[in-house]
């Protein structure tokens, strides 16, 4: 088995979920899809108020993976920075905003962007209360190391939140506690038989300045 170093630097993704495994801190699933999914519906007509939602926002991808589309998603909307936080594939996710970029010149904006190869919750810790619009897609629990730890990130969430900012949950356990919660389904852009799941979870604030655009087909949870 290749030493930690070793394996958060090979080509292979096996390799790296391995790794993952001795460290203890989730698995490294390189991931991607769901968020592809929550783009590509962003630039539908009724996925189309996720702009105003991630507007001039903060903008925080929690487990990015290896693929660009939360910064794809982010600049789409015009939000005023990007972080992809993503301890595995840092490497990955480095090289396909770089190349999603000079791919796309003008057709995306461009905005201020980085990649932080930090554990999640390492992350949140070092954050600032009520500052961050944060996404999570695919972060399920089979993922995650283990029951206390996803309290942890919750908690972490809720704290960085800003107060009349989403975090947005699409496919995910990470579910914080003491926010509202609206829930809604949406066929996926590139294969419309699959049905896709997605959260929006923020404080009363949140609710008041964005609840016209979100009761159309949604699912009010805990309001």
């Known amino acids: 088995m290749p030493s930690s170093r070793e394996g958060l630097e090979s080509q292979n993704w096996r390799d790296r979920l391995d790794v993952s495994r001795d460290l203890g801190t989730g698995f490294a699933a390189p991931g991607g899809e769901f968020t592809r999914a929550l783009f590509e519906w962003s630039l539908l007509p009724e996925g189309s108020f996720l702009h105003e939602i991630l507007q001039n926002r903060r903008v925080v991808e ?85 029951a206390e730890y996803r309290k942890k990130v919750e908690g972490e969430i809720y704290r960085v939140l800003e107060k009349d900012a989403f975090f947005l949950s699409s496919h995910s356990d990470l579910q914080p506690q003491g926010l509202r919660t609206v829930e809604m389904t949406f066929r996926r852009p590139s294969n419309p038989k699959v049905e896709d799941r997605l959260r929006l979870h923020g404080r009363k604030e949140a609710f008041e300045k964005y609840g016209k655009l979100l009761y159309l087909g949604t699912q009010p949870l805990g309001l």
Not at 80 to 92: G, I, M, Q
Not at 115 to 124: A, Q
């Open 62 to 146: 929690l487990g990015a993976g290896m693929m660009p589309y939360g910064y794809a998603l982010a600049a789409s909307c015009e939000a005023r920075n990007f972080v992809a936080v993503e301890p595995f594939y840092a490497d990955k996710q480095k090289a396909s905003v770089k190349a999603l970029i000079e791919d796309a010149g003008q057709t995306i904006p461009r905005i201020p962007y980085k990649v932080e190869g930090r554990d999640m919750l390492e992350y949140l810790k070092d954050e600032a209360d009520d500052l961050l619009c944060v996404v999570a897609c695919g972060i399920e629990d089979c993922i995650l190391p283990g």
